[in-house]
């Protein structure tokens, strides 16, 4: 199983969801996909509740039982860079790995913000745009809430403008990353960093993000069968949206 973008220590991290979701799932392999703690956040101001270590506690549990959990580091979290190659019982700390499909296809694992010229050339603009990111949460929920009193279904307010934004630059991500899996001599590629969850193939090269734990609520599984499949553990009224 493959999660990305949880980013706890963020206050929008949706870790009781995650934590609900995770003790329902046993798994031999777990990738955390990158920025698994937002750094940024806790910098400017601690913040860590009871559901946040509540994921940490089973994440640990989940190894100490026998999955392999391969931690892997984001922007959000790129401190953890510093202890590459660490391995503490069944957590290891890796840049990138491949994984193996039970099909055979050899996937790249990677978080991808090596592949986001804006991380690359203009840290300053990522550290704007994930403030005004923020915002878009706050005013989504508020958004919602109205709605909600009027009667209207949930819709999401901040992914729309995170689509209009970042249109063409997802386009872009997902073109170097497919290049760089294939230069690779991979059949595919597992990243997060957009918080966009998708699958698709192109050019005979599988694209997959695995989304986020701040909106999307997504998880890549691999069946034993070698079938990937996207879960959505998004409440009932916010699936489809």
Not at 147 to 168: E, P
Request: glycine share 6%; charged share 25%.
């Amino acid at each position: 199983m493959w999660v990305s973008d949880v980013h706890l220590g963020a206050r929008e991290c949706q870790a009781a969801r995650l934590a609900e979701f995770l003790a329902q799932i046993e798994t031999p392999q777990l990738y955390l996909v990158g920025d698994t703690l937002d750094a940024w956040k806790l910098r400017r101001r601690w913040y860590w509740p009871q559901s946040h270590h509540a994921v940490v506690k089973r994440i640990v549990q989940m190894a100490e039982a026998g999955t392999e959990v391969t931690l892997l580091p984001g922007n959000h979290d790129e401190m953890l860079r510093n202890y590459l190659g660490l391995r503490l019982g069944n957590i290891k700390i890796v840049d990138d790995c491949v994984h193996v499909l039970l099909d055979a296809r050899r996937l790249l694992v990677i978080h991808g913000d090596q592949f986001d010229g804006v991380i690359i050339h203009a840290k300053w603009l990522a550290f704007v745009g994930e403030r005004a990111y923020t915002l878009a949460i706050y005013i989504n929920r508020i958004f919602n809430f109205v709605r909600r009193k009027l009667g209207f279904t949930y819709w999401s307010l901040s992914a729309y403008l995170k689509q209009r934004v970042k249109a063409a630059a997802l386009h872009d991500y997902r073109d170097h990353l497919i290049r760089a899996a294939r230069d690779r001599k991979m059949d595919g590629v597992i990243c997060g960093h957009t918080h966009t969850p998708e699958m698709i193939e192109k050019d005979g090269i599988l694209y997959v993000n695995d989304g986020d734990w701040v909106e999307s609520c997504s998880a890549l599984v691999e069946h034993l069968d070698g079938r990937l499949e996207m879960i959505d553990f998004r409440p009932q009224d916010q699936v489809n949206t």
